[in-house]
């Protein structure tokens, strides 16, 4: 029965997310970049009294007070924001809208790895363009870019966590003839945003999400900004009802209030660079990370070693088992105690003579 | 820079949802399928219990818990079910399964409009066969329907609230070629299903949701039931965190209160007989429906001039300026309120010499 599937969607894999125990289990989960802080009280508040009866009814299409709220953070027109399942949702509108069958999208190579699936989904090409040695876009990306109708930018990068520098990334957004899509969702921990650039240039979308700075992954909601025109040739493409009422309600929520964000986002850059010299003393190699993760080499290189051994522990980090980063562990930055925790396996787990 | 989407997209023009009048509109909504009854008391209890704090973690990207209680309600297995933010969404990642760009997509006419906007998306062809004059299926419906990979039969059908007989669906699964997609987003309301074909044969997918039959519309949770082959190779597909983590949990629950469930089917079966009475008495005529909607039509054909009139009487039914059915509007199921309220305007507005 295999001749059922699409040919493109018969040979791919899935994409594979990250491991999601069982909520019994005694875990320190570090391997899927979530906020180990709460939602605001205010998205509680919400949640309590959002009335189960008027769930009988369709959510806004639009996602108005979502946008609302994401207007008024932003200082944009509601025209030029669209709102997702997820930042994941506005990745596959991106795809569908700008990516025909037999064509090319382009990513930096390492990077998200779900441009690839969507890709593949789409039956398209994924032209994955190496990084220089340390992340950063190399001169001629632009031209490797070249005949690709879209090109996803993750901004700070997964699974590097390192931030492309801004002057570079506004050089190849004019010099790219496609859409540059920059994936922002981790950007509310990084020092600078892409924003701008959305308003500035007619062929850039800038995708954001709440799953990581406001702690609502499992509440599933992203959203885009970017030019009218872009984004009501995205509106044909997006469910109409992509997004569900209880999500609106709370997202609209969380998106104002910016006082738990900022406390959060304090909270999780102050226990980042714990992490990070931690890892520093231990001898591991750290490229600078503008995320709420950390990309991490150990000294003898052996990163499925460490991630294997920290998982007997009770420790989940994320190993991809990809060029270029084969020989790091991927850490989600936890509470100061996880941190600790995760920072006292280590010592255990690599030999003294090695550490720097 | 209209050349940044593709063609097809750029030529489409998107799907137009039912109207949603912001809630503190007072109207008597009629419009688009909802059930006028709240969900499952057990709905509404999971929700007041659901912990804020566990959303900043991603939902289970297999939505194990909906799956297992789909799986113990239809007698399945759980690899026979895969979960869909919103039964919409099952259409979505069918057509991207099976349907490529330049390929076609069969559904019947008049049915379904999302089915032609998801065709175009895909850049593919929407073959619209003509139903019989009785709505019922042509005996030629499969060689019409060859050369498509993907039938979207949607039974009982939208807008006509026929169901097609059931011996033909059967037929027609085993002689067509692809995929044949049963949409039975309205199932609960009719007499039988189309469940058994799901198992018995290799290329049908039947899907469900949660939105009508368990007034759950807001929430965005839909489900299909398929061979595993089906399901493993749609999995690759569906988005990893389609269905956030609230929708699961409440959706698991509404599924296990069949008790709730049987209560309001039969009431809303009652009104419907109810309004299907009052309509023929106005001298509409009104195919039999099996789903939470009727269609019906003036004595004048003037089907428009209703819509606008009970429009004016703060009534929103749908009308589709469509073939086939222009002569026709669709009333949504109501409360008996409702319907005492919808067909006292009528018979203000149907003048008395026209009636049967």
Known sequence: MG????????????YT??????????IVKLNTNENPYPPSPKVAEALKNFDPAGLRLYPDPMGSEFRAAASMEHGVDLENVIVGNGSDDILTIATRCFVPE?????????????YRTLAAIQGAACVEIPLAADFSLPDDFAEQAEGASLLMLPRPNAPTGTAFAKDAVKRLCARFNGVVLIDEAYVEFADDNCLDLALECGNVVVGRT????HSLAGLRLGYAIASNEIVSGMMKVKDSYNVNAISQRL??????????????????????AKLISGLLALGFDVPESHANFVLASPPDGDAQRIYMRLRDEGVLVRWFDEERVRNYIRVTVGTANEIDFLLEALTRLVPQGERK
């Open 17 to 26: 997310p990250g491991e999601q125990p069982s909520s019994g289990a005694s």
């Open 102 to 114: 037999g064509g090319k999208m382009a990513c930096p190579s390492p990077s998200y790895t779900l």
């Open 3 to 14: 001749t059922l599937f699409r040919e493109n969607i018969e040979r791919m894999a899935g």
């Open 251 to 272: 997202g609209a929520v969380a998106l104002g209030d910016s006082e738990w964000l900022a406390k959060n986002i304090a909270r999780v850059r102050e226990s980042r």
């Open 210 to 213: 709440l799953s990581k700075s």
